[in-house]
């Protein structure tokens, strides 16, 4: 069966494979913890104004699952290597792997958000 109109050979296959096999562990080691540190030390420094505590359990928990889907979605999928399924795939587990830093990063925001009043003064 030819699927593409450019043939690939096994060592092309498996020189790709490698590739997008790094860069999601690149992803997954590097790019997950930076966004989650990122939004933990945004919650920490109180920003954005009008988040909560409980916006954040929300967003974990609704990033969190649709992660969860997604990565699941991609593993299941069981592309060929020469279709554009295959393209498919790499999106819905790159796009897996942001929501759960994003996930991530919202629960670190759970126990970090510092309220601040509203108001500058307190009256007297």
Known sequence: MNYAAVSMNSE????????????LLLMFFV??????????????????????????VLASVARGLAGGVLLVYAQRMQADIRTW?????????????LFFGIAGGCGIGIFT????????????
């Not at 790019?31 to 954040?56: D, Q």
């Not at 958000?113 to 007297?124: I, M, S, T, V, Y």
């Open 12 to 23: 092309t296959a498996i020189r790709v494979a490698r590739i997008v096999d790094g860069l």
């Open 31 to 56: 790019g997950v913890p930076a966004i989650a540190a990122g939004i933990g030390y945004a919650a920490f420094k109180g920003r954005p104004k009008s988040f909560g505590r409980e916006n954040y």
């Open 85 to 97: 399924l295959y393209l498919w795939q790499i999106v819905c587990g790159i796009i897996g792997l």
């Open 113 to 124: 958000c510092r309220f601040r009043p509203l108001a500058g003064k307190p009256p007297e």
